[in-house]
């Protein structure tokens, strides 16, 4: 980073010019006072004929596929080689009950797997690793898990498996923050509070067949809201629960039974996989994997030189000046399940308590001025100019690839400076020493610090481009400690509600299930703005209740849903994003379809043993 500063000062000064620019309201130009325009099945993305489109270059997601273009047969076994692409290492956590971040996911997805499988609607199917049926109050799930479900090392992976991983995850030193994953099973409060030895929900049937109780019944429960992660106990049962995310058996040899096995691992860096030829589903095509870390600066140069034949998650601004130069590789795309967002401190985590607890004297506890930094940004240039039209301006915080509750007419604030300024002055935000920048409403110097992480070239520039916006409304917004933070830094000093942050930028992969209460409950660990009210408590307890088992009610409550984070604004949703996954010619059989993403690896082949270069 330090070699390309000036450069990047240079490229956000020109993108201030542009955005000047486009605040005039040109005719030609598509401001952010404009909605979304929309030409597309889930209502969001440009047309690929858009006139706009072909003039300025911007790239519509509609030209992509989800599926690889098979080039020629596969070749039996070879190896592919993954591109973890990240500024950072990966943290090591390497379970689905203890992982927190994306690139241990990234290192995860080869070996360890969820028990169910989804379609493309995100609705549980019966084509996974266990088949389930559900009584007809809703609420009792019964889970037959394949015979041929075997962990790598070769035990069977059992109903007590899954049974030990609530018990974990709801057990009182549980160090991770899904407890909101199992918290609507029966008896999970009373094992929670040490009240109880067992969770009065589970059942084991027998060693492959579990029942699984929850309090009420819920829409989630049919659409990815089950956690359906087995812990294997015969590794993990004598290692104390608190101190399991830190053991050799999550962070040195993590097992799952997926279709590869972790072979050998550097902290860090990189992973070896070999095929697990006891696959549930059948052996792999390929001999084994091997993943490392590539810095999003040097990732291009990796797919050239053959170095790597996969990137994800690739940095989407690469990608109009990485598509002439990489004749070796073919881009899949498709609308992803995540959003960018800026948040604001509200309050702390209360451990003992478990929830959130709002300051009402937080330095951003007015939501004026919450809203106010909300109209200063235009977040459809920030979209078009850093990434050509694949990421855009987001409006709620329900993504459109959930095009069932995606609410497109909300009324949500878009680049309006001069609606900010007339919040701000009618807040008491005003200029009293006349040096050009706000004091609060107590006439008191305000300075706003502001968290934003480290990651590809345009980090830096879009985190100065939002300082930059809010200076011109008379905002002091500094970055925290003057610079961008590392990933893993960045998120543990959130998290931990550090004092020195008033605002972070941060990003969200929403998984496969729509309901919120795990980024925005009370009691939700990644609730990081740690928002609360009443009203906030009551829709989302609605949208997760028996009721809004009918679809009609559900969309109803999480309308009203977006509309109360619009008007309250804990957060606010800056970019919808486009995902696109450049794959070498070589590979066969590679998919970025939501239902077969994270089951489909054993399909993977490659034609021949070297990677195609340009």
């Known amino acids: 980073m330090k070699k390309t500063s000036k450069w990047l000062l240079a490229l956000m000064l020109v993108l201030l010019l542009v955005l000047a620019a486009c605040s005039g309201g040109s005719d030609?130009?598509?401001?952010?006072?404009?909605?979304?325009?929309?030409?597309?099945?889930?209502?969001?993305?440009?047309?690929?004929?858009?006139?706009?489109?072909?003039?300025?270059g911007l790239v519509s997601i509609d030209d992509f596929a989800v599926d690889k273009t098979n080039s020629g047969e596969a070749i039996d076994g070879g190896t592919l080689n993954f591109g973890l692409v990240s500024d950072t290492v990966f943290e090591g956590l390497l379970h689905p009950v203890f992982y927190e971040g994306d690139p241990d996911y990234q290192v995860m997805k080869f070996f360890a797997e969820g028990l169910l499988s989804v379609d493309n609607n995100f609705n549980y199917t019966q084509d996974g690793a266990a088949t389930w049926e559900v009584d007809e109050a809703g609420t009792t799930f019964t889970f037959t898990i394949g015979e041929n479900v075997n962990w790598h090392d070769g035990q069977p992976v059992t109903a007590e498996d899954l049974a030990f991983a609530y018990e974990v995850i709801g057990h009182?030193?549980?160090?991770?923050?899904?407890?909101?994953?199992?918290?609507?099973?029966?008896?999970?409060?009373?094992?929670?509070?040490?009240?109880?030895?067992?969770?009065?929900?589970?059942?084991?049937v027998d060693d492959k067949i579990i029942k699984i109780t929850f309090k009420e019944a819920n829409p989630s429960l049919l659409a990815s809201g089950i956690w359906d992660d087995p812990l294997p106990k015969h590794i993990f049962k004598d290692i104390p629960v608190a101190e399991m995310a830190e053991s050799d058996a999550v962070r040195v040899n993590p097992i799952g039974f997926g279709p590869f096995k972790v072979e050998s691992i550097v902290p860090g860096e990189s992973v070896t996989y070999t095929a697990n030829e006891d696959y549930w589903l059948g052996a792999p095509k390929l001999d084994g994997i091997t993943l490392k870390v590539v810095t999003p600066?040097?990732?291009?140069?990796?797919?050239?030189?053959?170095?790597?034949?996969?990137?994800?998650?690739?940095?989407?601004?690469?990608?109009?000046?990485?598509?002439?130069?990489?004749?070796?590789?073919?881009?899949?795309?498709?609308?992803?399940?995540?959003?960018?967002?800026?948040?604001?401190?509200?309050?702390?985590?209360?451990?003992?308590?478990?929830?959130?607890?709002?300051?009402?004297?937080?330095?951003?506890?007015?939501?004026?001025?919450?809203?106010?930094?909300?109209?200063a940004v235009d977040n459809n240039a920030v979209g078009e100019q850093f990434y050509q039209g694949l990421r855009w301006a987001a409006t709620t915080l329900i993504v459109p690839a959930f095009p069932d509750y995606h609410d497109a007419t909300v009324e949500a604030p878009s680049y309006d400076p001069d609606e900010a300024n007339k919040i701000l002055d009618e807040a008491g935000y005003v200029d009293v020493d006349g040096d050009g920048l706000r004091e609060d409403p107590d006439g008191e110097e305000l300075v706003i610090n502001f968290a934003a992480m480290s990651g590809d070239d345009t980090a830096e520039p879009v985190a100065n481009y939002y300082i930059q916006a809010w200076k011109q409304v008379g905002l002091n917004v500094e970055l925290v400690d003057g610079r961008l933070l590392e990933f893993n830094t960045f998120y543990d000093?959130?998290?931990?509600?550090?004092?020195?942050?008033?605002?972070?930028?941060?990003?969200?992969?929403?998984?496969?299930?729509?309901?919120?209460?795990?980024?925005?409950?009370?009691?939700?660990?990644?609730?990081?703005?740690?928002?609360?009210?009443?009203?906030?408590?009551?829709?989302?307890?609605?949208?997760?209740?028996?009721?809004?088992?009918?679809?009609?009610?559900?969309?109803?409550?999480?309308?009203?849903?977006?509309?109360?984070?619009?008007?309250?604004?804990?957060?606010?949703?800056?970019?919808?994003?486009?995902?696109?996954?450049?794959?070498?010619?070589?590979?066969?059989?590679?998919?970025?379809?939501?239902?077969?993403?994270?089951?489909?690896?054993?399909?993977?082949?490659?034609?021949?043993?070297?990677?195609?270069?340009?």
């Not at 923050?177 to 999970?188: K, Q, S, T």
């Not at 401190?345 to 951003?364: H, Q, R, Y």
């Open 28 to 56: 030609e130009e598509t401001t952010a006072d404009e909605p979304a325009e929309e030409g597309t099945e889930e209502g969001t993305e440009k047309d690929a004929g858009d006139e706009k489109s072909a003039e300025d």
């Open 172 to 204: 009182p030193e549980y160090t991770g923050i899904r407890y909101y994953a199992v918290e609507n099973v029966v008896g999970i409060d009373e094992y929670n509070a040490g009240e109880a030895d067992t969770i009065s929900g589970i059942e084991i």
């Open 297 to 375: 600066q040097t990732v291009v140069q990796a797919l050239q030189t053959g170095e790597i034949d996969v990137a994800e998650p690739f940095p989407t601004a690469q990608y109009a000046d990485a598509v002439d130069s990489l004749s070796n590789v073919e881009f899949l795309g498709q609308t992803d399940l995540a959003y960018s967002y800026i948040g604001f401190k509200l309050g702390k985590w209360d451990a003992e308590a478990g929830e959130n607890v709002p300051d009402p004297d937080a330095k951003m506890a007015d939501a004026n001025l919450r809203k106010a930094m909300w109209y």
């Open 493 to 614: 000093r959130v998290e931990a509600d550090d004092e020195g942050i008033d605002i972070y930028s941060g990003a969200w992969g929403t998984g496969y299930d729509v309901d919120q209460n795990g980024l925005y409950g009370r009691a939700a660990g990644y609730n990081y703005p740690r928002y609360a009210s009443e009203e906030n408590d009551r829709l989302l307890e609605d949208g997760a209740s028996e009721a809004s088992m009918d679809v009609a009610h559900r969309q109803e409550v999480y309308k009203e849903w977006q509309q109360l984070m619009v008007d309250e604004v804990p957060v606010f949703p800056t970019l919808y994003r486009a995902e696109v996954v450049p794959v070498n010619e070589r590979v066969t059989d590679w998919t970025i379809q939501w239902s077969l993403r994270d089951n489909a690896y054993h399909e993977v082949g490659v034609t021949q043993e070297e990677p195609v270069l340009p």
